[in-house]
Nanobody, 120 residues
């Protein structure tokens, strides 16, 4: 069993910043890529950012230059620093981890989601 727990969401004014965190725990041998996705009401879940275990990042074009993803492999934790937030960034943000379990099986694990609302 692997659990992902997200934190850091909330209400922020346009132009503001938030930092999301996602900590993985459980029967983990290692974690390959970790990522952030978001889903606005009535829309599909979209990729926001991914980061490999070596720190290589990839971003959606809509957040490039405003969002930064990082990770602490020792803590099995991934972060998303969100700056210059816009109302269009309002969504539930989900963390994903590509986990290698201790029995060497592989699992794509999701967090429960954290709400980010950008509004004046």
């Amino acid at each position: 069993q692997v659990q992902l727990v997200e934190s850091g969401g909330g209400l922020v004014q346009p132009g503001g910043s938030l930092r999301l965190s996602c900590a993985a725990s459980g029967s983990i041998f290692s974690i390959n890529a970790m990522g952030w996705y978001r889903q606005a009401p009535g829309k599909q879940r979209d990729l926001v950012a991914t980061i490999t275990s070596g720190g290589i990042t990839n971003y959606a074009s809509s957040v490039k230059g405003r969002f930064t993803s990082s990770r602490d492999n020792a803590k099995n934790t991934v972060y998303l620093q969100m700056n210059s937030l816009e109302p269009e960034d309002t969504a539930v943000y989900y963390c994903n981890a590509q986990v290698v379990n201790r029995d060497r099986s592989m699992l794509s694990s999701w967090g429960q989601g954290t709400q980010v609302t950008v509004s004046s």
